[in-house]
């Protein structure tokens, strides 16, 4: 039983990889366009903001914290040319 999952998943992982394309298409006035460096690659970046446990603070202030570093967070990507 083992051994034929292995195989099965083998079979799979081998099909995905020969099924790609092999030659990349670089689009350099795409490229461009879009702010992206010589590879044609842009940088993104991720955040999960998640509230935490601690209650002290009212929803106002909450919420004038998280604008306040959300700003800070737009300055500093406008700085790097990110937006």
Known sequence: MKKSTLLILFSFLSAIGFSQETEAKYDEELAKSLNADEYGMKKYVFCLLKTGINTTASKE??????????????????KENWL
């Open 61 to 78: 202030e909450t919420k004038k914290i998280f604008e306040g570093h959300m700003e800070n967070i737009n300055k500093l990507a406008q």
